[in-house]
């Protein structure tokens, strides 16, 4: 039986509906906490959490988020949004099981990924439901149950970050966290029609995850829009000291031609396509292809032979042993705790030695120079996630087979170090959802969000509206620059981008010390040939917007006039000169995000 009702439902908790909701004075935290409550109570998706936070740890949290200030709040840009964890993530003094329950442990400590998350101000809910210590790619691998898919639970719900995705797609909470090996945080999204990001390695954090293959895991994000997912991104990545594996360098800039028009795609040979007899997602694969053609990219068939052979290393070779590394000890201790499927590919990984581990990374080192030859043609490579959908019926008849029908198209990835996202693509004649992956090489995160943005008509394909006459134009320059922490400040009040330039060469930029989240000062040079043109963005803002807008600027950060490069003068961020005092001068840099790039944070 389909949940259309509850499904059509979805979206209402993204983001910016509830920043709008907290700007206006709509909702407080406690109030959209017992709302999100309700939704859980009524869901008729089941086995969708291993656990809830006990009610009162979650109205602490809840009304102490509302007793903060309106400064204080300006600071957090997740103030009061409800996410989730999938259950091998700690949070410390609750349990983490791994979809195993003799496994269970309380953490004494949170994982990075979500403490960062926190800090922003977004409310933890729960624990989801999981594939057993994150082996499968089905959703339906758990002692806790077979979680529904959120749109027919006839299908299953795509793993091993099921719970995660269900309850993003079924409105439950804003956004959760998953983990990601062989596809388990875009399977998931495809299933149920949602958005699932999958960063490049190491750039979230994964301290305090329980690991599938350390090597290769990735935490990944579930969202109900692009913009969503890039926002979280922006706010949890980083290096972190606990992580010897995090990546102490950012995503690259995102270049000109996927967010103008101009992009090469690569698309796997019509040979190399799988869809499983499913006509119907075959035609919406097709579509999307045109889709993508229609906001300027070009489609270049690509060879997919080696990035298919990579993928198969990944259960057909010695990273399967990684597995025993985590789990092995458990495994031998207490055999009969672990699902038989479960059991069986973490077992097989006592069948490779150490010379069979060196010969395969020399394979795969050949195979990622093939696939980086042909990923050299083209900006992204696109794909569907998932061939078609798998019936759980079939899965009992044939469980290994549907989880390599399901990581057709998602198991090289990690392997081959590249970054990817889901996309929905339409749905079929049966309401069930289709959708696409963009992968890029490491570091391209951005790139892949920004073409992403323009995919999902969440951006502008070139163009933007026009402002009112009235309107205010305002030069950003640090945390409130697309992407960065402070940028929603902006979008909440229908603040438009309009273009990035530079100011006139006249003025220096600093990175001020003891600010939250971190932020540059821009003054004026005295004598004036002394500074520089630094980058900037100017955002148009309606002027009824304007006076809440400066209400959230704090000290020693003020409005006043800043000349561009044209000589056109407008509105911007400027800084009281005594907060320069000790602060870096970073004028050398040009730019805020230039300077984060060069120290890699």
């Known amino acids: 039986m389909r949940r259309d009702a509850e499904v059509d439902m979805a979206g209402t908790l ?79 003094s609750y349990p983490t099981t791994a979809g195993c329950p003799e496994f269970a442990y309380t953490a004494s400590r949170t994982a990075t990924v979500v403490a960062r998350l926190e800090a922003a101000g977004a409310m933890l809910i729960g624990k989801t439901n999981m594939d057993q210590f994150a082996t499968g790619l089905v959703g339906t691998r758990s002692p806790y149950g077979a979680c529904d898919n959120a749109v027919d639970p006839a299908y299953v719900s795509g793993g091993s970050s099921s719970g995660s995705a269900v309850a993003v797609a079924c409105d439950l909470v804003s956004f959760s966290l998953g983990t990601d090996t062989a596809g388990s945080g875009r399977v998931p999204a495809a299933c149920n029609g949602i958005v699932g990001l999958k960063p490049t390695r190491g750039l979230l954090s994964t301290a305090g995850v329980v690991p599938a293959c350390r090597s290769l895991d990735c935490v990944a994000i579930f969202a109900q829009c692009v913009a969503d997912a890039g926002n979280v991104l922006e706010i949890a990545l980083g290096p972190d000291p606990r992580d010897p594996l995090s990546r102490d360098v950012p995503p690259l800039p995102v270049r000109a031609g996927l967010h103008e028009g101009g992009f090469y795609f690569g698309v796997p040979a019509v040979e190399a396509l799988r869809f499983y007899g499913d006509a119907e997602s075959q035609a919406l694969f097709e579509a999307a292809l045109q889709r993508l053609e229609s906001i300027g990219g070009r489609r270049v068939e690509i060879d997919f032979a080696p990035f298919l052979e990579a993928g198969s290393l990944l259960y057909d070779g010695p990273w399967v042993a990684e597995r025993l590394v985590a789990v092995g000890h458990f495994l031998m201790q207490q055999p009969e705790a672990v699902l038989p499927h479960t059991r069986a590919i973490i077992e097989d990984g006592m069948a490779y030695d150490a010379a069979a581990v060196f010969g395969a990374q020399y394979r795969l080192a050949a195979l990622r120079r093939k696939a980086e030859e042909q990923m050299a043609r083209v900006d992204v490579l696109v794909t569907p996630t998932i061939g078609t959908h798998v019936r759980r019926e079939d899965v009992e008849i044939e469980p290994l087979a549907a989880n390599r029908r399901l990581g057709y198209y998602t198991q090289f990835v990690n392997l081959l170090d590249q970054c990817a996202i889901a996309l929905p693509a339409g749905k079929r004649s049966d309401g069930m959802p289709f959708g696409i992956s963009l992968i890029a090489p490491p570091l391209g995160d951005r790139d892949l969000l920004t073409l992403a943005l323009r995919f999902a008509g969440e951006a502008s394909e070139g163009a933007v509206d026009e402002p009112a006459d009235d309107d205010i134009q305002l030069a950003v320059v640090g945390a409130h620059l697309s992407g960065q922490p402070l940028n929603h400040q902006l979008t909440v009040r229908g603040g438009q981008l309009m273009r990035r330039c530079r100011t006139a060469h006249a003025y220096r930029l600093y990175a001020l010390r003891g600010t939250t ?29 304007f006076g809440g807008f400066l209400r959230e600027i704090p000290s020693p950060l003020c409005i006043g006039s800043v000349e561009l490069e044209d000589g056109e003068w407008v509105q911007g961020f400027l800084c009281e000169p005594h907060a320069l005092v000790n602060s870096e001068d970073i004028t050398a840099h040009g730019g805020w995000r230039a300077y984060l790039n060069a120290v890699g944070t």
């Open 14 to 92: 993204n983001l910016a509906r509830l920043r709008r909701r907290y700007a206006d004075e709509d909702a407080t935290p406690e109030e959209v906490l017992r709302e999100v409550l309700g939704r859980i109570e009524a869901c008729t998706a089941q086995h969708v959490w291993v656990d809830l936070l006990p009610h009162d740890d979650l109205l602490l949290r809840a009304r102490a988020l509302g007793a903060m200030g309106a400064a204080q709040r300006a600071e957090l840009p997740l103030f009061g949004i409800p996410f989730a964890v999938k259950d091998n993530i700690d949070v410390a």
């Open 517 to 545: 989240p971190r932020k540059p000062g821009l003054v004026r040079s005295l004598p004036s040939g002394a500074g520089d043109a630094i980058e900037v963005e100017v955002w148009s803002l309606p002027t009824g917007e």
